[in-house]
C-alpha cells in the first residue's frame, strides 16, 4: 500500500512537471500545442533539433521528421521534452498560426460570471472561487459549479449540525460525541468521559431534512445509546471477580480511570506495564510492545538444529491480539499460550529449516569435492551460521549469503587441495609413465621360472657376467653380498649397494644391490630380478613391482617360482614389452617322508626348521646335546647368518635350526629339511603354510651338486599332515592387482603440487586417492607411515623425511625407535651424531634375553650406518660402527655356540627350568590365572 502511494505521487509529480512544460512550449507555436505547432517548422530545423538530440539515423524528409519528432514528444519522459524545449527557446522564435484565434474570457471573469448564474450566498461564493481558482478557464463550466455549490452547502449543513449537537459526523455521517459515565466500586464513585457514536445517517437525509428535525433524531438517539453504555459499565463492575488473578483493586480503578475516552478493544485498555507484570509470570518473557490491536511478545525458545548435539536460544516474537486477551485478563481466565508458542515457534523453525536447506545444498555443491558427510557439512555451516543469527531464528537471504561467502572463505585451500589431488591423481595414473628412463628404452623382459635347484637364478646369473654393464637385484642383503662377491671373483668391477653398506668401485661395471636400492636413472644392458615370485608379497611386493616396470636395462631377467607366470605375463602386456619365457626342471629328486622324524632319529646334513626365534633358540638347546648346532633366523644380523651358514657347510655344525630366511637362495649341503611345525605367524593371524611356503623352504634339500637326493619330512604328524597336503599341490597363482609404492621423485611431486609437507599426509594421499590404469594398487604403507608419524613432529624437509621413514626399523623394538627418534633430533638440530658401544660384560649372552639384546644393538648399528649414506656429514663414526658390529656379531656368534642358555621369566626375571616351553614361571602363572579369574568371576 505505502510503495503504491509512492508510485502515484510520483506520477503526479512528473505529470505535473509534463504539463508545465507543454504550457511552455505552446509560448513558441502562437498558443497552439506542440502536435499542431510543429507542422510550422522547416526541414532544415527539425534536421538540427535531430542532430541536438542526438539522433542521426533518420530519413530527412519532411513527413518522416514529423512523424518522428510527434513520436518522440508523445512517448518521451519529461527529460527529453526538456530537450526539445529547450532548443526552441534557444532560438526564441515564435511559429505563429496562420488560423484565426478564439477569443477566451480571463479566468476570474467567466467565474464571477458563472456565479452570477448561480443563486449563491457571498460565503458560498467565496468557496466556489476558491474550488476553481486553479482549475484552467476552458474547464470551468457552469454544470461543475452548480455540482460544486450543493457540496458546499452539503458541508456548510453538517457543521452547523455538528455545532448544535456537540459532535463530529464522521466519514460514515456516524456522529461522535462525549458522555460522563457514572462508575461506582470498591466504595469509590467517579464520572468518567467516553466517546461514543450514534448511528449512521445517509447522506439524502442530512441534505434534504429540516435542521431542527435532523437534531430532535439525533438527541434522543445519543440519549438511548449513553442510557446503553451506562447499563453496560454497571454490568462490567457487577461482573468483576471478587479475587482476581491479575488485577488487585487499585489496578481495576486506575485502568479505568485512565482508560482513553475512545479506544477500539472491547474491554478497557492496560498499561504496557501491567501487561508485562501479567504476561511475564505466565512466559519467559524478554521484551513486551503494546500496539493498538496487538501485544508484540518476545519470548526466548530453544531449537535443536538438525545434525548437531547444542540447542540454539532464540527470540520468538509472539503476536497476540489485544482485545482477546485484555477479554480473559479482565474475566480472570487462565492464560494459555501453550498453542500460541506452539504454533509461532513451529512457523518459525519451518522457515528456518526451509531456508537452512537451501543453504546446505549451496554449500554442498561448492564444496561437492570434500565428500563431507551431512553431520560435518551442517558442522561447518552452523560455525558462522548461529552467530550470525544473533538469538533469531530468522535466516533470510542477506545472512544465507554471508553464511555462504563465509563458508566458501573457510572451505576454499580445502577445495584447491582437493583439486589439485584430482589433478595430480590424473597426471600420474598411468603408473608406468612415472619411471621415464625405462619408458624411453626398448626393453625385453626374460623370465626364468622353475622350482627351487633349477638353475634358473645360475643362468641368469651367467648372462649377466658376460654383459657389458649389468644390475644384481637381491631380495636379502646377504645375497647382494654373495652375488657382489661372485662377480668379483670372476674378475668384474662390480659395486655393493645395500641400506646399511656401499662398497663403490669408481670403475665398476656391474652393480650387486637389494632390490629396494634400485636407482633408477642408471641404465645398464641386463637387470636381473632375484625371487620374482616376491611380486606378490604383501609388505615389500612393491619392491619387485617398482623393479620390473622401472629397471633401465636393454634386457630384464626375472627369477622365480612357476606361480609368478601368470603374473608377470599380465605386467608384461600392460607394458607393451616383449617377453620371453623360460622354464627350468629341479636338478635333483626331492622326495617326501611318508613318517615323521622321531628327534632321536635326526641325522647329520638335516635343517629343522621353526617360525619364531623362540622356538629356534629352543630346538638349538634341544638337540645340542646330540648335535653341534648352526641357527640362522631374521633377527640376526646378515653376518652372523653367513657364519652360522659357513660353518654349517664346511661341517663345523652337524644339524640346521632355522626359520624361513633360508627360502631364498642360500645354497645350503641340506640333505633334509624337517619341519618342526607348519604354521606361521604372518603379521596378522597364525595361519597353515601354504603350498608356495612349503615348497620353497623344501627346495633347499638336495641341493644339485651337494647331494644327489633331497628329502622333506616333519618332527609330528600334525606338521606332517600340512606339508603332505601341499608338497604336490600347484602353488597358488600370484593375481593382480601389484602393490607400487612412490619413489622420492613421486613423493617430491605429491609435496610440490599440493603444498604439503607433512609426509604421512602424502603417504595417505597415495594410498588412498589413487587410481592407476593398470593391474596396480597403491601399497598399504603401515610401517612408513608410523614412521611417518614419528618424522612429521621435527621441522625437517620433506626429502630428509622421506628417507628417515625408510630407514630399517624394528617398530617392536623400544630400544630401536629411541635411537632412531634421537637421531632425527639431532639432524633438526644440525648436530653430528656420534656412535657410543656398549659395554659387555662377557664374551657371550648367557640367556636369551641378553641374546636379543645383542641383537638390537646390531639393529642400531644398521640402522646408524643406513643413515650414514644418506646423511654422511652427520653420521661421523660409520667406522667404529663397523668395528663394534663385527664385534658384537662375534658376541652373538659365541652365544648362539652354547650348548643352553638360561631362560628367564619375563614377568619376574626367575630362571626357567631348562627346555620349559613358557616364558613366565609357575608362580607367576598362577598368581595371573587367579586375578584372571576373580576378574572373570566379578564380571559374571
Given at each position: 500500500?505505502?510503495?503504491?502511494?509512492?508510485?502515484?505521487?510520483?506520477?503526479?509529480?512528473k505529470?505535473?512537471?509534463?504539463?508545465?512544460?507543454?504550457?511552455?512550449?505552446?509560448?513558441?507555436?502562437?498558443?497552439?500545442?506542440?502536435?499542431v505547432?510543429?507542422?510550422?517548422?522547416s526541414?532544415e530545423?527539425?534536421?538540427?533539433?535531430?542532430n541536438?538530440?542526438?539522433?542521426?539515423?533518420?530519413?530527412?524528409?519532411k513527413e518522416?521528421?514529423l512523424k518522428a519528432?510527434?513520436?518522440?514528444?508523445s512517448?518521451?519522459?519529461?527529460g527529453?521534452?526538456?530537450?526539445?524545449?529547450?532548443?526552441?527557446?534557444r532560438?526564441?522564435?515564435?511559429?505563429?498560426?496562420?488560423?484565426?484565434?478564439?477569443?477566451?474570457?480571463?479566468?476570474?471573469?467567466?467565474?464571477?460570471s458563472?456565479?452570477d448564474e448561480?443563486?449563491?450566498?457571498?460565503?458560498?461564493a467565496?468557496y466556489?472561487?476558491d474550488a476553481?481558482?486553479?482549475?484552467?478557464?476552458?474547464k470551468?463550466?457552469i454544470?461543475?459549479?452548480?455540482?460544486?455549490?450543493?457540496?458546499?452547502?452539503?458541508?456548510?449543513?453538517?457543521?452547523?449540525?455538528q455545532?448544535?449537537?456537540?459532535?463530529?459526523?464522521?466519514?460514515?455521517?456516524?456522529l461522535?460525541?462525549n458522555?460522563?459515565?457514572?462508575y461506582?466500586?470498591?466504595?469509590?464513585?467517579?464520572?468518567?468521559?467516553?466517546?461514543?457514536?450514534t448511528?449512521t445517517?445517509?447522506?439524502?437525509?442530512?441534505?434534504?431534512?429540516?435542521d431542527?428535525?435532523?437534531?430532535?433524531?439525533?438527541?434522543?438517539?445519543?440519549?438511548?445509546?449513553?442510557?446503553?453504555?451506562?447499563?453496560?459499565?454497571?454490568?462490567?463492575?457487577?461482573?468483576?471477580?471478587?479475587?482476581?488473578?491479575?488485577?488487585?483493586?487499585?489496578?481495576?480503578?486506575?485502568a479505568?480511570?485512565?482508560?482513553?475516552?475512545?479506544y477500539?478493544t472491547?474491554?478497557?485498555?492496560?498499561?504496557?506495564?501491567?501487561?508485562?507484570?501479567?504476561?511475564?509470570?505466565?512466559?519467559?518473557?524478554v521484551?513486551?510492545?503494546l500496539?493498538?490491536e496487538?501485544?508484540?511478545?518476545?519470548?526466548?525458545e530453544?531449537?535443536?538444529?538438525?545434525?548437531?548435539?547444542?540447542?540454539?536460544?532464540?527470540?520468538?516474537?509472539?503476536?497476540?491480539?489485544?482485545?482477546?486477551?485484555l477479554r480473559?485478563?479482565?474475566?480472570?481466565?487462565?492464560?494459555?499460550?501453550?498453542?500460541?508458542?506452539?504454533d509461532?515457534?513451529?512457523?518459525?523453525?519451518?522457515?528456518?529449516?526451509?531456508?537452512?536447506?537451501?543453504?546446505?545444498?549451496?554449500?554442498?555443491?561448492?564444496?561437492s569435492?570434500?565428500?563431507?558427510?551431512?553431520?560435518?557439512?551442517h558442522k561447518?555451516?552452523?560455525?558462522?551460521?548461529?552467530?550470525?543469527?544473533?538469538?533469531?531464528?530468522?535466516?533470510?537471504p542477506k545472512?544465507a549469503?554471508?553464511?555462504?561467502?563465509?563458508?566458501?572463505?573457510?572451505?576454499?585451500?580445502?577445495?584447491?587441495?582437493?583439486?589439485?589431488?584430482?589433478?595430480?591423481?590424473q597426471?600420474?595414473?598411468?603408473?608406468?609413465?612415472l619411471?621415464a628412463?625405462?619408458?624411453?628404452?626398448?626393453?625385453?623382459?626374460?623370465?626364468?621360472?622353475?622350482p627351487?635347484n633349477s638353475?634358473?637364478?645360475y643362468?641368469?646369473?651367467?648372462?649377466?657376467?658376460?654383459?657389458?654393464t649389468g644390475?644384481?637385484?637381491?631380495?636379502?642383503?646377504?645375497?647382494a653380498?654373495?652375488?657382489?662377491?661372485?662377480?668379483?671373483?670372476?674378475?668384474?668391477?662390480?659395486?655393493?649397494?645395500?641400506?646399511?653398506?656401499?662398497?663403490?668401485?669408481?670403475?665398476?661395471t656391474?652393480?650387486?644391490?637389494?632390490?629396494?636400492?634400485?636407482?633408477?636413472?642408471?641404465?645398464?644392458?641386463?637387470?636381473v630380478?632375484?625371487e620374482?615370485?616376491?611380486?606378490?608379497?604383501r609388505?615389500?611386493?612393491?619392491?619387485?613391482?617398482?623393479?620390473?616396470?622401472?629397471?633401465?636395462?636393454?634386457?630384464?631377467i626375472?627369477?622365480?617360482?612357476?606361480?609368478?607366470k601368470?603374473?608377470?605375463?599380465?605386467?608384461?602386456?600392460?607394458?607393451?614389452e616383449?617377453?620371453?619365457?623360460?622354464?627350468?626342471?629341479?636338478k635333483?629328486?626331492?622326495?617326501?617322508?611318508?613318517?615323521?622324524?622321531?628327534p632321536k632319529?635326526?641325522?647329520?646334513?638335516?635343517?629343522?626348521?621353526?617360525?619364531?626365534?623362540?622356538?629356534?633358540?629352543?630346538?638349538?638347546?634341544?638337540?645340542?646335546n646330540?648335535?653341534?648346532?648352526?641357527?640362522?633366523?631374521?633377527n640376526?644380523?646378515p653376518?652372523?647368518?653367513?657364519?652360522?651358514?659357513?660353518?654349517?657347510?664346511?661341517?663345523?655344525?652337524?644339524?640346521?635350526?632355522?626359520?624361513?630366511?633360508i627360502?631364498?637362495?642360500?645354497?645350503?649341503?641340506?640333505k633334509?629339511?624337517?619341519?618342526?611345525?607348519?604354521?606361521?605367524?604372518?603379521?596378522?593371524?597364525?595361519?597353515n603354510l601354504?603350498?608356495?611356503?612349503?615348497?620353497?623352504?623344501?627346495g633347499?634339500?638336495?641341493r644339485?651338486?651337494?647331494?644327489e637326493?633331497?628329502?622333506?619330512?616333519?618332527?609330528?604328524?600334525?606338521a606332517l599332515n600340512?606339508?603332505?597336503k601341499?608338497?604336490?599341490?600347484?602353488?597358488?597363482?600370484?593375481?593382480i592387482?601389484?602393490n607400487?609404492?612412490?619413489?622420492l621423485?613421486?613423493?617430491?611431486l605429491?609435496?610440490?603440487?599440493?603444498?604439503?609437507?607433512?609426509?604421512?599426509?602424502?603417504l595417505?594421499?597415495?594410498?588412498?586417492?589413487?587410481?592407476?590404469?593398470?593391474?596396480?594398487?597403491?601399497?598399504?604403507?603401515?610401517?612408513?607411515?608410523?614412521?611417518?608419524?614419528i618424522?612429521?613432529?621435527?621441522?625437517?624437509d620433506?626429502?630428509?623425511?622421506?628417507?628417515?621413514?625408510?630407514?630399517?626399523?624394528t617398530?617392536?623394538?623400544?630400544?630401536i625407535?629411541a635411537?632412531?627418534?634421537?637421531?632425527?633430533?639431532?639432524?633438526?638440530?644440525?648436530?653430528?651424531?656420534?656412535?657410543?658401544?656398549?659395554q659387555l660384560?662377557?664374551?657371550?649372552?648367557?640367556?636369551?634375553?641378553?641374546?636379543?639384546?645383542?641383537?638390537?644393538?646390531?639393529?642400531?648399528?644398521?640402522?646408524?650406518?643406513?643413515?650414514?649414506?644418506?646423511?654422511?656429514?652427520?653420521?661421523?663414526?660409520?667406522?667404529l660402527a663397523?668395528?663394534?658390529r663385527?664385534?658384537?656379531?662375534?658376541?652373538?656368534e659365541?652365544?648362539?655356540?652354547?650348548?643352553?642358555?638360561?631362560?628367564?621369566?619375563?614377568?619376574?626375571?626367575?630362571?626357567?627350568?631348562?627346555?620349559?616351553?613358557?616364558?613366565i614361571?609357575?608362580?607367576?602363572?598362577?598368581?595371573?590365572?587367579?586375578?584372571?579369574s576373580?576378574?572373570g568371576?566379578r564380571?559374571?
Open positions: 500500500m505505502f510503495t503504491h502511494l509512492k508510485l502515484q505521487s510520483h506520477m503526479a509529480k505529470n505535473k512537471k509534463n504539463s508545465k512544460i507543454n504550457q511552455r512550449i505552446k509560448d513558441f507555436f502562437d498558443g497552439d500545442p506542440f502536435d505547432g510543429v507542422e510550422r517548422v526541414s530545423t527539425l534536421s538540427d533539433l535531430f541536438t538530440l542526438g539522433i542521426y539515423d533518420i530519413d530527412h524528409s518522416m521528421l519528432i510527434r513520436m518522440i514528444w512517448e518521451a519522459d519529461s527529453f521534452r526538456s530537450d526539445i524545449l529547450n532548443f526552441f527557446a532560438d526564441n522564435k515564435i511559429y505563429k498560426s496562420s488560423r484565426p484565434k478564439e477569443q477566451h474570457l480571463e479566468r476570474e471573469d467567466k467565474i464571477d458563472l456565479i448561480l443563486d449563491a450566498t457571498l460565503e458560498e467565496a466556489l472561487r476553481f481558482k486553479d482549475i484552467r478557464s476552458k470551468i463550466t454544470e461543475k459549479m452548480e455540482s460544486k455549490l450543493k457540496h458546499i452547502r452539503f458541508e456548510i449543513k453538517r457543521a452547523r449540525l455545532k448544535a449537537l456537540d459532535g463530529i459526523f464522521d466519514t460514515n455521517n456516524s461522535e460525541f458522555a460522563s459515565l457514572h461506582i466500586l470498591y466504595a469509590q464513585s467517579f464520572h468518567k468521559i467516553m466517546t461514543l457514536s448511528k445517517y445517509s447522506d439524502e437525509y442530512i441534505q434534504n431534512s429540516d431542527e428535525e435532523i437534531i430532535r433524531e439525533i438527541e434522543e438517539d445519543k440519549e438511548r445509546i449513553v442510557e446503553a453504555k451506562q447499563k453496560e459499565v454497571n454490568l462490567f463492575i457487577k461482573n468483576l471477580p471478587q479475587e482476581h488473578l491479575y488485577l488487585s483493586q487499585k489496578d481495576i480503578t486506575t479505568l480511570r485512565a482508560s482513553p475516552p475512545k477500539k472491547s474491554y478497557p485498555p492496560l498499561k504496557e506495564s501491567l501487561l508485562q507484570s501479567v504476561i511475564e509470570k505466565e512466559l519467559n518473557l521484551s513486551l510492545e500496539h493498538k496487538e501485544l508484540l511478545v518476545r519470548v526466548s530453544s531449537f535443536l538444529p538438525p545434525y548437531s548435539d547444542i540447542e540454539h536460544n532464540y527470540i520468538l516474537e509472539l503476536h497476540i491480539e489485544l482485545d482477546s486477551l480473559d485478563i479482565w474475566q480472570s481466565k487462565e492464560l494459555d499460550f501453550s498453542q500460541t508458542i506452539k509461532a515457534s513451529a512457523h518459525q523453525e519451518e522457515d528456518f529449516l526451509n531456508s537452512l536447506k537451501s543453504l546446505i545444498q549451496e554449500c554442498r555443491e561448492y564444496a569435492l570434500l565428500h563431507l558427510s551431512q553431520e560435518e557439512l561447518r555451516v552452523y560455525k558462522d551460521l548461529l552467530e550470525r543469527l544473533d538469538g533469531s531464528l530468522n535466516l533470510n545472512v549469503r554471508k553464511t555462504l561467502k563465509a563458508f566458501i572463505g573457510s572451505t576454499h585451500d580445502e577445495i584447491v587441495k582437493m583439486q589439485r589431488q584430482a589433478l595430480l591423481a597426471t600420474i595414473r598411468d603408473f608406468k609413465n619411471f628412463m625405462a619408458r624411453g628404452m626398448r626393453r625385453k623382459l626374460t623370465l626364468h621360472i622353475g627351487t638353475g634358473k637364478t643362468t641368469a646369473m651367467k648372462k649377466l657376467e658376460v654383459a657389458d644390475y644384481y637385484l637381491a631380495p636379502l642383503r646377504l645375497l653380498l654373495e652375488g657382489y662377491e661372485g662377480l668379483k671373483s670372476d674378475g668384474i668391477s662390480a659395486s655393493l649397494i645395500t641400506g646399511e653398506e656401499q662398497i663403490l668401485d669408481p670403475e665398476a656391474h652393480i650387486s644391490s637389494t632390490i629396494e636400492m634400485l636407482n633408477f636413472d642408471v641404465d645398464v644392458d641386463v637387470c630380478i632375484d620374482v615370485q616376491m611380486i606378490g608379497d609388505d615389500r611386493g612393491w619392491a619387485w613391482a617398482n623393479a620390473i616396470i622401472g629397471a633401465p636395462a636393454k634386457e630384464v626375472m627369477t622365480g617360482s612357476s606361480n609368478s601368470a603374473a608377470i605375463i599380465a605386467l608384461a602386456e600392460y607394458l607393451g616383449e617377453l620371453e619365457i623360460i622354464e627350468f626342471e629341479r635333483n629328486p626331492l622326495t617326501l617322508l611318508e613318517t615323521p622324524t622321531h632319529d635326526v641325522q647329520s646334513s638335516t635343517a629343522i626348521i621353526a617360525f619364531s626365534r623362540r622356538d629356534v633358540l629352543r630346538l638349538k638347546q634341544e638337540f645340542s646330540t648335535f653341534s648346532v648352526s641357527v640362522v633366523y631374521g640376526l644380523s653376518e652372523v647368518r653367513r657364519e652360522e651358514a659357513r660353518r654349517f657347510r664346511s661341517k663345523e655344525t652337524q644339524i640346521l635350526i632355522a626359520t624361513d630366511a627360502a631364498m637362495g642360500m645354497n645350503l649341503p641340506i633334509t629339511i624337517l619341519f618342526s611345525k607348519a604354521t606361521k605367524f604372518d603379521g596378522v593371524n597364525d595361519r601354504v603350498a608356495s611356503e612349503i615348497q620353497q623352504i623344501s633347499r634339500a638336495g644339485y651338486g651337494l647331494n637326493e633331497g628329502f622333506v619330512g616333519a618332527l609330528n604328524i600334525e600340512i606339508v603332505s601341499n608338497f604336490y599341490k600347484k602353488a597358488k597363482e600370484i593375481t592387482p601389484f607400487v609404492m612412490a619413489n621423485e613421486h613423493i617430491k605429491v609435496s610440490h603440487i599440493l603444498e604439503e609437507n607433512s609426509l604421512s599426509e602424502i595417505k594421499f597415495f594410498v588412498k586417492n589413487m587410481e592407476f590404469n593398470g593391474p596396480f594398487r597403491a601399497y598399504n604403507l603401515d610401517d612408513m607411515l608410523e614412521a611417518a608419524f618424522v612429521d613432529a621435527y621441522n625437517l620433506i626429502a630428509t623425511k622421506y628417507h628417515l621413514s625408510c630407514a630399517p626399523l617398530l617392536k623394538s623400544p630400544y625407535i635411537a632412531f627418534e634421537s637421531y632425527i633430533l639431532a639432524l633438526e638440530k644440525k648436530i653430528p651424531v656420534t656412535y657410543t658401544p656398549p660384560n662377557r664374551s657371550y649372552a648367557t640367556t636369551a634375553q641378553e641374546l636379543l639384546i645383542a641383537e638390537d644393538m646390531v639393529k642400531e648399528i644398521s640402522l646408524y650406518l643406513w643413515l650414514s649414506y644418506r646423511f654422511e656429514e652427520y653420521f661421523l663414526d660409520a667406522q663397523r668395528k663394534t663385527g664385534i658384537l656379531n662375534r658376541y652373538i659365541e652365544s648362539l655356540q652354547q650348548t643352553h642358555f638360561v631362560q628367564n621369566c619375563r614377568i619376574c626375571s626367575a630362571t626357567l627350568p631348562k627346555n620349559s616351553k613358557y616364558n614361571c609357575q608362580a607367576c602363572f598362577k598368581k595371573n590365572y587367579t586375578r584372571k576373580y576378574r568371576k564380571r559374571g
